[in-house]
Nanobody, 123 residues
Framework: QVQLVESGGGLVQAGGSLRLSCAASGRTFASYNMAWFRQAPGKEREFVAAIVWSSSTAYADSVKGRFTISRDNARNMVYLQMNSLKPEDTAVYYC?????????????????WGQGTQVTVSS
């Protein structure tokens, strides 16, 4: 019964920044593992970042040092701050959640997904 809604995507030039937001429903948000994935046309869905209930984080090597995931449990929100954007970051970005899975870097580890938000980075 968890619903996730992403926002904040858009068109930016290379080197620019965007902040994505994910609003979650549910009373047990603080216990969820949360993640961002992305999918470009013709490619597999790719892990970007995760933040677990303890607020420990994990990042894909391709975004480490540029992206930051955070959460605000009081507001049922998860964020992805994206800096130094590159054209290869262009994709639909999805918010994902699961209350039990330990497979934090795999799409199969998450039961709930948002609809996605488009991020386009021009060269």
């Amino acid at each position: 019964q968890v619903q996730l809604v992403e926002s904040g995507g858009g068109l930016v030039q290379a080197g620019g920044s965007l902040r994505l937001s994910c609003a979650a429903s549910g009373r047990t948000f603080a216990s969820y593992n949360m993640a961002w994935f992305r999918q470009a046309p013709g490619k597999e869905r790719e892990f970007v970042a995760a933040i677990v209930w303890s607020s420990s984080t994990a990042y894909a090597d391709s975004v480490k040092g540029r992206f930051t995931i955070s959460r605000d449990n009081a507001r049922n929100m998860v964020y992805l701050q994206m800096n130094s954007l590159k054209p290869e970051d262009t994709a639909v970005y999805y918010c994902a959640a699961d209350e039990k899975a330990r497979l934090l870097r795999l799409p199969s580890g998450y039961a709930y997904w948002g609809q996605g938000t488009q991020v386009t980075v021009s060269s």
